[in-house]
């Protein structure tokens, strides 16, 4: 394997996982797994993974953490893993994993609203990049909506035989359309604004303590008491809290080391290798794999205004990038220009 297939395959990698984590999530709560539950033993899996690396990796190279960044830290926690993890399964109990799949792809679109907003950046109305922004916006606003408030058809499932299905009919499919539905897409937003969020406020911390594995061990550990607390209150039913030999014990696992350790890890090399421009490139990538996964092996019947949503969302995201991508180029242009310019005028003289 080469060094330019390397970024694909990991890239194709990651999308897979996440998909993965969308059905088996889905899957382990229409079982009943609560979902404040869920992300407290989900942070567990993932400490018990990554705290003895952390401390193999990184015992030489540890320095102590004032109290003013531990609070940060705390923060980003409680807002990228605790908050955002658990409005991701709320989400997924009230729609589908279908949804919950599409509305990652609004992320980007996030990101630069909130940019827009903070002033870190700006649109210029007239310019191809300017234009293709407003789109993207545009036409991530429009696939929130399709999904939240159209139906459409029922497509029947690929499968007949489904490994994690929870016995259902088409009506019963048709009776979550309604305030339930449009609520848990909602929240799905909600919970990809908490992970954008989350992204900033992490990408502070790094540049004042520039220790990835230390930070989110920290960020894991501090996750498990936050997710205790809020699984506490919310579900005082400790019968709820058993663990099985079934699909929830398998999501708990799955989350906890194959998304929360393999996934964040692949992301980060794959960013640092070719750019989070490229990583985000491939998130259509799980929407697409997560439709024919909860299909085949959940049974899930899927809206066609869910799909005609998701698209939709895909083409904001990809409009985003689009536009992104021009702007930037057209800065090194004019930096080069700049430079020859001056290169020029200083022959001159």
């Not at 015992?59 to 531990?70: E, H, P, Q, T, Y």
């Not at 191809?128 to 545009?138: N, Q, R, W």
């Not at 996934?263 to 794999?289: D, I, K």
């Not at 057209?330 to 020859?340: D, G, L, R």
């Amino acid at each position: 394997m080469d060094h330019w297939t390397k970024p694909y395959i990991v890239a194709i990698i990651i999308r897979v996982i996440f998909a993965g984590m969308f059905v088996i999530n889905k899957a382990a709560i229409d079982h009943g797994l609560n979902s404040f539950v869920f992300i407290f033993y989900r942070q567990i899996a993932a400490s018990l993974l990554l705290l003895p690396i952390a401390v193999l990796l990184e015992r030489r190279n540890a320095r102590s953490m004032s109290s003013a960044l531990l609070f940060k830290i705390f923060v980003c926690a409680l807002i990228g893993i605790t908050v955002s993890g658990t409005l991701y399964n709320v989400s997924l109990k009230l729609t589908s994993a279908t949804v919950v799949a599409a509305s990652t792809n609004s992320i980007p679109v996030i990101t630069f609203c909130l940019a827009l907003l903070l002033r870190m950046e700006e649109v210029k109305l007239r310019s191809p990049s300017g234009i293709a922004k407003l789109t993207g916006v545009a036409l991530c606003l429009a696939g929130v909506f399709v999904i939240a408030f159209y139906t459409g058809e029922l497509l029947s499932a690929v499968n007949h035989h489904h490994a994690f299905a929870v016995p259902t009919h088409a009506s019963s499919a048709k009776t979550l359309m309604g305030a339930a539905w449009i609520k848990g897409t909602f929240v799905a937003v909600v919970a990809a604004l908490a992970y954008v969020l989350w992204l900033i406020l992490q990408a502070a911390v790094l540049k004042e303590f520039p220790n990835k594995m230390l930070v989110m061990v920290t960020q894991c550990l501090f996750s498990v008491v936050q997710s205790f607390l809020a699984a506490v209150v919310a579900e005082r039913d400790f019968s709820m809290w058993k663990l099985r030999l079934d699909i929830g014990l398998l999501a708990i696992f799955y989350s906890g080391f194959a998304v929360a350790g393999v996934n964040y890890y692949l992301q980060a090399w794959c960013m640092e290798m070719r750019g989070p421009v490229f990583l985000t490139a491939w998130t259509p990538l799980s929407f697409v794999l997560t439709i024919f996964c909860s299909s085949f092996f959940l049974g899930e019947m899927v809206h066609l205004g869910s799909i005609i949503g998701g698209l939709l969302l895909c083409g904001g995201l990809y409009s985003m990038l689009w536009g992104k991508s021009r702007e930037t180029k057209t800065v090194q242009c004019n930096i080069e220009a700049t430079t020859v310019d001056d290169g020029a005028q200083d022959e001159v003289h």
